[in-house]
């Protein structure tokens, strides 16, 4: 009974198969083949497979993992007809609404209601003519000698690079070998010092035993004189008796210096910055890619003096269903992979976005976040300042999609904008710039301006750590100074009024955005003059507090207070 069922819903199937088994075909069953056999030229199923092998055990049997070998069988279509959906079908017709060759199986799944299907017999006719496919062979020809070009291109890349990898580890080796040297002339240095001042000790306790033999034999001999004089007369006795007096006097001053003394003893006082500066750094230095791209290439590195125009903009909402409030977007970076993190200030959060700017993640911070800025790897740090001026640097890690707080390090001021350089902290407080380690330590107070409270509103770095771009909120400037802190420029513009964020690139491009005149302007690399203004309110700027660019898709991400990120597309 279940056989007979089954065979009905074979004989009735209307599946179109790429292959159907021969001897399931001649008993009018509609059964694909999974095989096939080059002595039978026949393709057999799973079910008829068997049989096959049992009846011709020599025949050499192909399953699909082959299927390139079954062209091999007569009436197979030629390789270049050949569907490649439908290896065992042919091309035979052309869809003008997809501008794709079909099969009559193509026809059948994928384009019933396209309207534009042609026979290619007739399409083809007068091909030969064409001036195109007159030009075919010579336009592979050339494609071809690119491809080669390109492949051993890429031979001698891998080749330097790897030149390029054992150059690196040399310096690497060289570096650890300076250090070694540093630290073993700091060892002998301070064993040196050790010595001296042990050999100064051991040379005064030497002269204090001195002094005490000296002592003890002169009261020694003066007592035992006075007692052998004891029959000769009181005058004798009485000389006896002051000369001892004065040693006496004398043991007993001696005695008096020495006990000033009670122990000698050295100390020794680790200095801890030395363990602490070598454990914040996780490497010998930076390692930065450097892919240079072409000029259509959708990732791309534009020259130092280019002038960005804008090319589209785009808005992606980024609140979450928990969010008490609008979100106000403080700082914005970009990871290595392309995700991109985010402080909402409203809502007292870090968010984590995917390539596609959609919410995967986030974590709550204690207060108020501000901004953030990327160290490395998946790390980031966001400065938080709470109400009662505990004001905080949180580092966190991105693991898997998961925000994870790793540590934090404690300042008494503010902190408003953050940015890295090397293994040093660059932090504003609203008035001043400071200069950190990464362990926290402060260095120095770099620049200040009390002309105002917001004087000193975010900053940026230049790639080389050469040049510190400082947003002045307070007096609508953009400032920038040199790594010293000395001011180079003061740059002022009727599109500048309440800067906030600024970011600069790699390559030197320098954005700023402003919360007052709602625009995003790009600058001067030397901080004097505007480029061009990128952004307004009529383009969907609103009370910018963040941008960065992305170098990744060739756009500038801007937020502010608002539920959405604007991503401005440049060129």
Not at 387 to 415: A, P, Q, W, Y
Request: glycine share 6%; proline share 3%.
């Amino acid at each position: 009974m279940a056989s007979n069922f089954e065979s009905s819903i074979q004989r009735g199937c209307d599946f179109i198969h790429d292959f159907v088994c021969s001897p399931c075909e001649e008993d009018g069953l509609n059964t694909e083949a999974q095989y096939f056999c080059n002595q039978c030229t026949k393709y057999y199923c799973v079910n008829c497979v068997p049989v096959h092998n049992k009846l011709f055990k020599r025949h050499s049997v192909l399953d699909r993992t082959d299927m390139t070998k079954w062209a091999a069988a007569p009436g197979m279509v030629d390789v270049l007809e050949r569907c490649e959906r439908h290896p065992g079908e042919a091309l035979k017709l052309v869809c003008g609404d997809h501008d794709q060759l079909c099969c009559h199986v193509c026809v059948a799944m994928d384009h019933r209601q396209c309207s534009a299907i042609q026979h290619i017999p007739d399409v083809a006719k007068g091909i030969r003519k064409d001036p195109e496919f007159r030009q075919l062979p010579q336009r592979v020809a050339v494609l071809r000698v690119q491809i080669e070009d390109m492949k051993n291109g890429r031979k001698k890349n891998s080749s330097s690079l790897r030149k390029t990898r054992t150059a690196i580890v040399d310096e690497i080796k060289a570096i650890r070998r300076k250090i070694n040297d540093i630290l073993d002339k700091m060892e002998k240095t301070t064993v040196q010092e050790l010595d001296g001042l042990v050999a100064d000790q051991e040379l005064s306790m030497k002269k204090d035993m001195e002094s005490c033999t000296q002592m003890h034999d002169e009261l020694k001999s003066i007592i035992d004189n006075i007692q052998s004089k004891d029959s000769s007369g009181e005058p004798p006795l009485y000389i006896g008796f002051r000369k001892c007096e004065e040693i006496i006097k004398q043991a007993n001053e001696i005695l008096q210096n020495m006990s000033n003394v009670v122990k000698y003893n050295i100390t020794f006082r680790k200095h801890n910055e030395i363990e602490d500066n070598l454990s914040s750094m996780k490497t010998f230095g930076e390692l930065n890619e450097s892919n240079v791209f072409c000029k259509h290439s959708k990732i791309s590195l534009f020259p130092r003096d280019h002038v960005f125009a804008t090319n589209g903009t785009k808005e992606y909402n980024v609140k979450m269903s928990s969010d008490k409030g609008k979100c106000a977007i403080q700082g914005i970076c970009e990871l290595p992979d392309g995700e991109i993190v985010i402080t909402d200030y409203k809502n007292r959060k870090v968010k984590l976005l995917d390539r596609e700017y959609r919410v995967v993640d986030h974590c709550d911070v204690p207060e108020y976040s501000w901004d953030l800025c990327h160290i490395g790897g998946n790390e980031v740090v966001v400065c938080v300042n709470n109400n009662d001026d505990r004001c905080e640097l949180l580092f966190i890690n991105i693991t898997k999609g998961k925000l994870v707080t790793t540590r934090k390090l404690s300042f008494t001021h503010r902190c408003y904008g953050a940015a890295h350089h090397g293994n040093n902290l660059y932090i504003s407080s609203g008035t001043a710039l400071y200069f950190y380690t990464m362990t926290g330590k402060l260095i120095e107070k770099l620049y200040e301006d009390k002309s105002g409270d917001y004087t000193v509103r975010r900053i940026a770095i230049s790639n080389d750590g050469k040049t510190i771009y400082i947003t002045n909120n307070s007096n609508d400037q953009l400032i920038t100074l040199d790594n010293l802190g000395n001011k180079l420029a003061t740059f002022t513009d009727p599109d500048l009024v309440g800067p906030w964020g600024v970011h600069v690139t790699t390559a030197g491009h320098v954005f700023v955005c402003c919360r007052a005149s709602g625009t995003v302007l790009q600058v001067v690399k030397d901080g004097k003059t505007k480029l061009t203004t990128l952004g307004r309110k009529q383009d969907g700027v609103y009370a910018p507090r963040a941008l960065y660019f992305s170098s990744r898709t060739s756009s500038l991400v801007v937020g502010g207070w608002n539920n959405t990120l604007l991503v401005i597309s440049v060129r």
